[in-house]
Structures are given as structure tokens and as C-alpha cells.
């Protein structure tokens, strides 16, 4: 068994995720990444270095999720810390016009994902004696109202309500449960939405206090953060990483 210890992140092949797996892995850890492609995730694990490793995991399959805490215990004999990062994006149509099936998909893969994992990696945790840390993904989502954003702000509150819960009932056993809620940030995706239109950058960047978009690394210090002894009294907590986003509640555009 190596003396570094573990981080599991779901999702991480890209974006936020692979920002903080690549920010993991350059203090010293050995990263699991776990994505819906196995062949992305072993390809991202090899750019981290051989003592790395990329696994397939759909999270809400609960036989997918038990198979692979399961092959992180048996490959790398141990768990230190989980992050619950894996997500898909919501509709941005009108409620009147939105699905049951939708709503249903975007609530089990955050939700019922990060349940599945997290009660997975609790009980590797509790079994080695050594406790751990679990950070989960909120969003301003959950902490505002967002327009249209139905499953996925019920989805991110859902799971400050879960971190608050496990972090109850998990602290005397050593296992701290926290929460990022990040706000707009520059990845692909975003990028992506702002070419074409979809996305109003400059209305975004009004609204926030600190006057720009976040950096998928800055997320990434922050998961960090909670997940390191530095958090040690930390746990049951939502950290908003949002720029100012969610504090700032007067009309029009934060004062230069």
C-alpha cells in the first residue's frame, strides 16, 4: 500500500474535474479518474503518470459506482478523499415546456450520483480507520433562483442539503462532507455557448462582483482546500466560489 493517499473524482476528464485532478495529482496524489468513457478516463490518467488511474463509471448505476470504490480499494488500497463532480447540463427551455424524463435524468445523475458515491466511499472510509474527506458540487443554482433552471437548481440544493446531512452524521467517524458552489466559469463548455451566442458574457460579468468570469483552476483550489488538513474543522459547509455572484442582492451592476 502506498504511503500517497487517494482522490476519486467523478467526471473529471474534462473541465472542472480534470482541473482538479491535474491540481491533485501536482501535490502529490494518486487521482482515480472516473468519467462515462473508460477510454478518456485511462488516456487523462496516463497524462497524469503511470501511478495514476482512469476507470468508466456511470453514477447512477449503483452496481457501476459499488464496482469502482471497489477497484480503487483493490488496485490502490486505500480512499482518502472523494469528489463528487460528475453532472450534465440543463434545458434552458420555458418550465411549460420542459419534460418529466428531463427533469428525472438531471436530479439522478447530481443527486442520486453523488448519494451513491458518497455512501460507497463512506463505508471504504469507515472500514480503514483513517476517515476521510467527501466534497461535493453545489452551484449558485442552489443557493438562487435561476430562471428555467428547474432540475438542476433543485438537483444543487438537494446536495447542500445531503452535505449538511453526512456531514452530521459522518464527523465523529473522521469523515468530513463539503460543498463547492461555484458560479460562471471558463470552460470548453462555456466558451462554447458564448461563440454561439447562447450565452450573454457581459451580462455575466456586470452581475459579478469581482467583474469576470472564474477559472476552472480556482474551483479546483477550492475543492482542495476542503478536501486538505487544512479544513480539518471543517464539514457540513457550503463554500460559494462564485466571485461575489450569490452575495451580491441590490439592482443593476455591483459599484467599480
Request: neutral net charge; proline residues 4%; contains cysteine.
Amino acid at each position: 500500500m502506498s504511503d500517497h493517499p487517494t482522490v476519486l473524482i467523478t467526471g473529471a476528464a474534462d473541465g472542472i474535474g480534470w482541473a482538479t485532478a491535474t491540481l491533485f495529482a501536482a501535490r502529490g496524489y494518486r487521482v482515480v479518474i472516473a468519467d462515462l468513457s473508460g477510454n478518456k478516463s485511462t488516456q487523462r490518467a496516463q497524462e497524469l503518470g503511470p501511478s495514476h488511474l482512469g476507470l468508466a463509471c456511470d453514477v447512477t448505476n449503483e452496481d457501476a459506482a459499488s464496482h469502482t470504490i471497489d477497484t480503487v480499494m483493490q488496485r490502490l488500497g486505500r480512499l482518502d478523499v472523494l469528489v463528487n463532480n460528475a453532472g450534465i447540463g440543463d434545458t434552458s427551455l420555458p418550465t411549460t415546456q420542459q419534460t418529466s424524463a428531463h427533469f428525472r435524468k438531471v436530479i439522478d445523475v447530481h443527486l442520486t450520483g453523488t448519494f451513491q458515491m458518497s455512501r460507497l466511499a463512506a463505508q471504504a472510509m469507515q472500514g480503514s480507520g483513517r476517515g476521510g474527506a467527501i466534497v461535493n458540487f453545489s452551484s449558485i443554482a442552489g443557493l438562487t433562483g435561476l430562471p428555467r433552471r428547474n432540475a438542476y437548481g433543485a438537483a444543487k440544493a438537494g446536495i447542500i442539503a445531503m452535505t449538511r446531512a453526512m456531514g452530521s452524521e459522518w464527523g465523529a467517524q473522521g469523515i468530513r462532507v463539503n460543498a463547492v458552489a461555484p458560479g460562471y466559469v471558463r470552460t470548453a463548455l462555456v466558451e462554447k455557448l458564448i461563440a454561439e451566442g447562447l450565452l450573454d458574457v457581459d451580462s455575466l460579468i456586470a452581475r459579478t462582483p469581482l467583474g469576470r468570469l472564474l477559472e476552472p483552476s480556482e474551483i479546483a483550489e477550492a475543492v482542495y482546500f476542503l478536501a486538505s488538513p487544512a479544513a480539518s474543522a471543517i464539514t457540513g459547509t457550503v463554500l460559494s466560489v462564485d466571485g461575489g455572484w450569490a452575495g451580491f442582492g441590490a439592482a443593476g451592476a455591483p459599484s467599480g
